[in-house]
Structure formats: structure tokens, C-alpha cells
């Protein structure tokens, strides 16, 4: 296995999309996403891509995972924490010496074990609320 940054064209992240059952959204959109996105990490089995994960953020505090996605067939599999693993040394690599950035995601229920593994913290929590999302159409 071996992960690629930056080289997530749309066409790529529409597949990859779909193959989670996710309703993806048009073309034009992820585009436009890619655009404005920090960074993007792809998991290949040899030529296969099998993976896919976006960073995006203010660059300074936060960062935030989206569209975290693995192919079913190689779900549990070391995929997703080699993409884990490379986002989360792109941030430690382009933040300045001393900083502490949070890095936050929305997870499906049955990630929750996946992220918790590699150490993130459910909300809420004994010191925060839950974390809350609103979709705009």
C-alpha cells in the first residue's frame, strides 16, 4: 500500500465517494471543494486506488478530516491509518515548532472505535458539548 498527497482529481473522489455508498454530490461541486482544500491523501494497492481522505482548515488552529473514505474490500485493513497517519504528519510538518492545532472530523457510528484508536476524543465530553453540524441548501 501507498499513499499519494495531492493527486485527488474529482473524477477519482467521485469513485471513491460512491464506493462507501455515499450520495455524491456533482461535479462542479467537488471541484470546487478540491480547490479550497488543504490537502488530499489517496491509498493505492499497487495502481488501485482504495482510499481517500481530505484535510481542510483555517491552517492555524484547526483542521478538520472530510470525506474519509475506504473501499468496503479493504476496510480493516491498515488503509485508513496509513491515510490517518499521512494527514496527520502533513499538519505536523507545515504548522510552526511549538503550535497545538486541533484536528476534528464528524464520524459515522461505526468508525467511532477507528478514531478512537488513534486517539480522538468523543464528544461530548466532561469539558465540551457535542459537536453539531447544519446542512445549508
Known amino acids: 500500500m501507498t499513499v499519494k498527497a495531492n493527486g485527488l482529481s474529482a473524477g477519482l473522489f467521485l ?3 460512491a464506493s462507501v455508498g455515499w450520495e455524491p454530490p456533482g461535479i462542479e461541486q467537488v471541484q470546487t471543494a478540491l480547490e479550497n482544500t488543504i490537502a488530499t491523501f489517496t491509498a493505492y494497492d ?3 486506488p482504495v482510499g ?3 484535510l481542510i482548515g483555517d491552517v492555524g488552529m484547526s483542521f478538520y478530516i472530510k470525506d474519509f473514505a475506504v473501499v468496503p474490500e479493504y476496510q480493516s485493513k491498515g488503509v485508513g ?3 490517518l497517519n499521512a494527514l496527520e ?3 505536523r510538518e507545515h504548522i510552526a515548532p511549538g503550535w ?3 484536528l ?3 464520524s459515522s457510528k461505526e468508525a467511532v472505535g477507528f478514531y478512537q484508536k488513534h486517539g480522538f476524543e468523543e464528544r461530548p465530553c466532561e469539558w465540551d ?3 453539531m453540524f447544519k446542512m445549508i441548501r
Open 15 to 17: 469513485q471513491l465517494y
Open 129 to 131: 458539548g457535542p459537536g
Open 89 to 91: 504528519q502533513y499538519i
Open 46 to 48: 499497487h495502481d488501485t
Open 52 to 54: 481517500m481522505v481530505r
Open 100 to 102: 497545538a492545532v486541533s
Open 104 to 106: 476534528e472530523l464528524i
Open 81 to 83: 491509518t496509513l491515510l
